[in-house]
């Protein structure tokens, strides 16, 4: 047995007060006045002895508080019997009561944050399934068989593979595939700042019609920031006005050239060129990003800006390409070898407050009884 908070058996310090109820209960001897005292020799006065009376209602009583001081320290018990049923588990967007059918005793869940009970309500179809499956491996005993039903193709993936501690069953069912939105990922750039760079607008034109085909859009006043959709590229040396700087924190991305302070710890380099020399840097800024070339927009300064990959290199880096989203489930049968659950240990607060309950009641009449002989 192990304790959570061993610190609430400070509570036993609460024994002092049965000890001195129990003590200033004490029955003295009443004087009682009668004739021809003169015949009586004095005594030697009795010494005082302390005395407690009603010794099963004492012993009761601290029982019942060292129990309430037991249930705040939070004892629980590790080891015993471990409950192995099988779990059947059933991705989010899929007709679970048709794949449970007339099976109504299994343990039958969601995939889906906490695992609700089949019966319950269909959660979201969209949910991190990857993390989940991990989530859900950790949560069972070790040795549950475990049965998963998803779509095919199957959404909700990671980075990884999921890896578990235990076989999976894995069904997959056939689901329709999402239409996904066609047209090229491309990026808007909207100058900002005066006056205008020509080099670096010849330069901004190219990579715009590289992206979408498009011209570069002209030169907003600098009091207006550029849209939610857009990139912002301040070409000035002059700090950002306050739109473009709110703009900018609520998460929006700024292109900006030098000059700036070099050597800022805040800055990370995020592409270099064929001589491993640092090209364009990130900074931060409140929910957006401030990204700084090292060099004017120019090829006399900036050699890589000729290279026929540059457009595409930073495209990924100020639109990134979004993660995949869906994948074929079998693809994506979940592999072995990730670490065991640990041993869940029970909680003994509900037998402890059982058992409280009823040394209470005990109490209760045992101190009721002593009163009814107290006052016969």
Not at 142 to 159: E, F
Not at 220 to 246: F, M, Y
């Amino acid at each position: 047995m192990g304790l959570l908070f061993p610190l609430g058996l400070l509570a036993l310090a609460a024994w002092l007060v049965p000890l001195l109820i129990h003590l200033a209960r004490r029955q003295h001897d009443a004087p009682l006045e009668f004739a021809a005292l003169r015949w009586l020799r004095a005594k030697a006065r009795p010494r005082q002895r302390i005395r407690l009376d009603e010794w099963p209602l004492l012993l009761v009583r601290l029982l019942l508080l060292a129990a309430l001081a037991l249930l705040l320290a939070r004892p629980l018990l590790h080891g015993g019997a471990v409950d192995t049923h099988p779990v059947t588990a059933v991705a989010p967007g899929l007709d679970g009561a048709a794949l449970r059918g007339a099976d109504r005793d299994a343990d039958w869940r969601w995939l889906a944050p906490g695992f609700p009970a089949l019966q319950a309500a269909s959660p979201p179809a969209a949910q991190p399934l990857a993390s989940l499956l991990r989530e859900l491996d950790q949560t069972l005993p070790a040795g549950t068989p475990l049965t998963v039903y998803v779509p095919d193709p199957m959404p909700g993936l990671d980075a990884q593979r999921p890896r578990l501690s235990r076989p999976v069953t894995w069904r997959t069912v056939t689901a329709a595939v999402p239409a996904t939105p066609s047209g090229k990922r491309g990026v808007q750039l909207q100058p900002g700042g005066a006056p205008p760079d020509a080099q670096a607008l010849r330069v901004l034109d190219a990579l715009q019609r590289a992206w979408t085909g498009q011209p570069l859009a002209a030169q907003r006043a600098d009091g207006v920031p550029p849209d939610d959709a857009q990139t912002g590229v301040w070409l000035s040396d002059a700090p950002l006005p306050a739109a473009w700087q709110a703009w900018l924190e609520r998460g929006g991305t700024v292109l900006t050239t030098p000059p700036a302070p070099r050597h800022d710890a805040a800055w990370s380099v995020l592409l270099r060129d064929a001589d491993d020399l640092p090209v364009l840097e990130q900074r931060a800024v409140g929910a957006g990003r401030l990204l700084r070339f090292t060099a004017p927009l120019a090829p006399a300064e900036l050699p890589v800006l000729r290279e026929a990959t540059f457009p595409q290199r930073l495209l990924a880096i100020v639109r990134p390409a979004p993660a995949p989203r869906l994948a074929m489930a079998g693809a994506h049968t979940p592999l072995t070898g990730a670490a065991a659950p640990r041993a869940q240990p029970r909680e003994l607060a509900p037998w402890l407050l059982l058992a409280i309950v009823l040394v209470f009641a005990l109490e209760r009449w045992l101190a009721t009884a002593a009163r009814r002989r107290a006052s016969a």
